[in-house]
């Protein structure tokens, strides 16, 4: 009895130094994207801020290198891309796997299969595309491409989602004079939606940390989404001023820490559904 | 009679219009630029002239370019330490952390990093890696040596720093995944086990990992194909340098086609990172494909 608890309070020990070399990088940006520069540069990295200066840090470099706009192109980008391509996955999923239509199954490979490759393979032709037909630099460039990356995985879970409903439902629904589009709408989507909540949790996330593509189809700060401008705000400032670094990080950051707490629930959803997928 | 086969026809159109948009976005942009990039690897395209066919001449040129060692090299070390650290390390914690108090504490801490996202650590470890980070804690604590490392300069050591900042960075979904496996393993074959007398060590190398092993199998597939697509993370510490000696032919590609404008070169590198990746993921992708049909 003595023995295992005292297994039981080592194991806690090594948990406890575990978390706190997992905590201790956070509390140091935290702590030193509240410093002013001369703070930071009088002082080592581990001291406690001497006054507050958080906010004037964070509205530096909210202004600075684009990241303030950044931030808001990520937000159009996140919503319109996730949102855009959850309506055309469940169509095309309603066709395949509802409708069953000829050569269903061969057309969900090739939407599937699409985005398995590296993803260096997609950036040298669609560089070349985007600048031939205008779409290079542009918000609706991007839009169109993030809506692009996450039609596939969408298709996929949906696909799988709509098998599970039970046809009588839409069978009533036809005979009452419902089209399609209708049952689509008023029978299949209200049952997914919390698959699709999760979809664009997932999506969002994915566009929101987007940085390759950002710097591939996009050049100027006005278009470029928010991890690109925060990138070049480590160019901008070299070393020179690291607290205001810091604090766009941390406003790089705030989107995903809020859909986090917010949504933990649907996270975990979220990662049965991805793992499901193996 | 007539009536009836328009109006399957009609329905049958119905459903090739459904599934148009998808098909068109996906085809358009990700088939198209598979095939293209095949074609450009097979041309001096520099996105100014005009590209001309030339053959195998950029495979060549890899394979005679000193930067192929190295590249290939550090690819190989992100694939392993990858599987290696947080997988094993996600796996431990998960193991000893599920069904204990405070679970809920230890998974928010250890998930944080990964919910911040990629760009933000190279952000935050870039400064604690920098002249102004951990060295001067070394020097505080008198380990002069230590606090002369130049952890992002020297090499191999910038490979290894930057993979402990990205093992910091996913340990925790990797830990999040074999919560989700845990949660699937009966918890009555678990507690027939422990009545007959297993614990410790010898619980989990005869129940815990074989149950589990479904699911890191999908982890480490998932882990092999990400990390030899590794990016973000180099791109925002190193960019690849110093003298391109912390690159990977994700970091190589990008920067051969957007820095030096040798897109057929880039994408030479680009094909030859897909090969990679398929032989690395056909296993796992025949299974999925299996499960996907039925």
Known sequence: ?278 | MRGASMRRRRRRLRGYLFVAPAVVFVVGMFWYSIVMTVWISFTNSNGLTPAKFVGLANYNAMLNDPELLTNIYNTLIWAIAMIVLPVGLGLLAAVTVHKRRGKSIFQTVFYLPYAIGFVTTGVIWSFLLGTSGFSVLFQALGLHSLAQVQWLNDVPLNTYSMIVASTWQTMGVDMLLFFVGLDTIDRQVLEAASLDGAVGWKMFRHMTWPLLSAMTRVIIAISIVNALQAFNLIWVMTAGGPYGSSSTFAVWTYQQSFQYYKMGYGAAIAVVLTIFVLVASVGYLRRSLREVRV
């Open chain 1, 1 to 278: 009895m003595k023995t295992t608890r005292a297994k039981g309070a080592t194991t806690y020990v090594c948990l406890a130094v575990a978390a706190l070399l997992w905590v201790l990088p956070i509390w140091w940006t935290l702590s030193n994207a509240d410093k002013s520069s001369s703070d930071f540069f009088s002082h080592p990295f581990y001291d406690i801020p001497r006054e507050f200066d958080l906010l004037s840090n964070i509205g530096t470099a909210w202004s600075a290198a684009g990241l303030g706009t950044g931030f808001i192109n990520s937000l159009i980008y996140g919503v319109v891309g996730a949102a855009a391509s959850i309506v055309i996955a469940s169509l095309a999923a309603y066709a395949i796997s509802v409708l069953r239509i000829r050569g269903g199954f061969i057309i969900f490979l090739a939407i599937f299969s699409g985005t398995v490759f590296p993803l260096q393979m997609y950036i040298v032709p669609l560089f070349k595309m985007y600048n031939s037909v205008g779409l290079y630099d542009s918000r609706l460039g991007l839009i169109l491409f993030y809506t692009a990356i996450s039609v596939p995985f969408c298709t996929l879970v949906l696909r799988g989602f709509y098998t599970t409903v039970p046809g009588e439902l839409r069978e009533a629904a036809l005979v009452e004079g419902a089209t399609e589009v209708r049952v689509l709408r008023s029978v299949y989507a209200p049952l997914s939606v919390s698959a699709c909540l999760v979809l664009f949790l997932f999506q969002f996330t994915w566009i929101w940390n987007d940085l390759l593509f950002g710097i591939v189809l996009s050049s100027s700060s006005s278009v470029r989404p928010v991890m690109a401008s925060l990138t070049s705000l480590m160019g901008v400032y070299g070393g020179s001023s690291l607290p205001i670094q810091l604090a766009g990080a941390l406003i790089a950051a705030s989107p995903m820490l809020v859909l986090f707490f917010g949504f933990r629930r649907f996270f975990t959803e979220g990662l049965s559904l991805v793992a499901r997928r193996g």
